[in-house]
């Protein structure tokens, strides 16, 4: 078997164990509750807290104080924070799914679900 041979088995297995793995494996989530203590930094990222239920793995990056991080440099992150400040100040929960990687010391969001 040539080279292109052994290159395609090892994608074929890496495209496999992605397929398989899905996502991170250490992740958590906050069922429904209210966002509160809203913040920004210089640096594009916010910081916020939740009431909700925690449920899943806090990656081992991530201080257990319970705050979640995003950064709006991206147009989803500005999504996030325009969805985020329009549920809080509408009085609606939300629902926080992470990432399972950490911005500083805070689990990523990966998304936010208004209720």
């Known amino acids: 078997m ?10 074929a ?18 069922n429904s509750g209210m966002a509160s203590s809203i913040s920004t930094g210089s640096d594009g990222n916010v910081w916020f807290s939740h009431d909700g239920a925690r449920s899943g ?3 081992s990056c991530a201080a257990s104080n ?9 147009p989803a992150g500005q999504a996030m924070l325009a969805n985020l400040l329009a549920a809080t100040a ?16 805070h689990e990523a969001v990966a998304y936010i679900v208004g209720l």
């Open 90 to 105: 509408a009085g609606h929960k939300v629902s926080i799914q992470g990432t399972g990687t950490c911005i500083g010391d």
């Open 2 to 11: 040539g080279d292109m041979g052994v290159i395609k088995r090892v994608g």
């Open 66 to 74: 319970g705050l979640w991080v995003f950064n709006v440099g991206t």
């Open 13 to 30: 297995g890496l495209l496999l164990a992605a397929a398989i793995g899905g996502g991170p494996a250490l992740a958590s989530s906050q």
């Open 57 to 59: 793995t806090l990656p």
